[in-house]
């Protein structure tokens, strides 16, 4: 009994060695398999297609990837274990991001063999800041996508009173008081609030339109230039909200003649003060 025990031990150990050299085969075999498929040119580039950009055309974007056409996919992307397995190409996608400072977030990825999408998410200009004898256009994130454009600078507010302190295309802002980016975004995005929740009303008049600049210098003391006319202090930009929004409209649109320049402050309470020049 001992003796066919040891036998059936053996067999058994000679079938699992068996089953582990066939598995190790068929794994081999796969492997070269895949390997010959991502070679082959059914993974040649052939076409390369460009969605979500605004500010750049196709042939822009596809020169800046570095994409070459008529390659091979996966040896132009090299060893890039997460690239591979998410078929994208990230170094395509960082020269994007180096040559193209409107671009916030891109995609470069084989859709399917043969044909490459990239997928670009882009930064919206908002403001202009003066920089020595220059004029940067930034996003609402301080991120300087542009500079002395000047079809941004005939209808994007200025922000003044940033003690800026140096600048890279595509990067953010370098400023001793970046703060006064987020008072600016305080002040539009309340006024955005109060449009989408009053448009019903009949003082939603559109507010941001009227200001040609705002001063961020003072973040307790945040002014705005209303119609190259009327210098309005709105008090600390923590404080901004949607009553401050609203009374403002009131004012303006309604108590204050169009030909009237001078000085609001809404820094007093409930009772406003207009200092007519």
């Known amino acids: 009994m001992k003796k066919s025990g040891t036998l059936n031990k053996k067999e058994k150990k000679k079938q699992k060695n068996k089953k582990i050299i066939k598995n190790f085969f068929c794994i081999i075999f796969i492997a070269v398999l895949i390997v010959g498929l991502a070679l082959s040119p059914l993974f040649y580039i052939n076409s390369i297609e460009v969605y979500g950009n605004k500010h750049y055309n196709n042939s822009e974007v596809v020169e800046a990837s570095r994409m070459p056409y008529g390659v091979n996919w996966f040896k132009e992307i090299g060893a890039d274990i997460k690239g591979i397995l998410t078929f994208r190409s990230t170094q395509s996608e960082n020269n994007i991001l180096s040559r193209c400072s409107y671009v916030k977030d891109v995609v470069v990825r084989m859709a399917y063999p043969g044909v490459v999408k990239i997928t670009i998410t882009e930064r919206e ?27 941004y600078k005939e209808v994007l507010p200025v922000i003044e009173g940033l003690d800026v302190n140096g600048y890279r295309l595509g990067q953010m802002l370098r400023s001793n008081n970046i703060k006064g980016i987020d008072a600016f975004n305080r002040v539009f995005d309340t006024i955005d609030f109060v449009k989408k929740t009053n448009e ?48 403002l409209e009131e004012i303006f649109f309604n108590n204050i003649d169009k030909d009237k320049k001078g000085y609001l402050d809404l820094t007093t309470g409930d009772s406003p003060t207009f200092i007519p020049e």
Not at 127 to 145: F, H, K, N
Not at 218 to 225: E, G, P, S, Y
């Open 200 to 247: 019903d009303k009949d003082y939603v008049k559109g507010l941001d339109e009227y200001i040609s600049n705002v001063d961020v210098e003072d973040l307790d003391n945040i002014l705005i230039f209303l119609d190259s006319r009327i210098t309005v202090n709105l008090g600390a930009y923590s404080q901004i909200d949607e009553y401050t929004i609203v009374l």
């Open 125 to 151: 200009p908002v403001a202009v800041v003066p920089y020595i004898s220059t004029s940067l256009i930034i996003d609402s994130e301080g991120y300087v996508v542009d500079a002395e454009n000047e079809k």
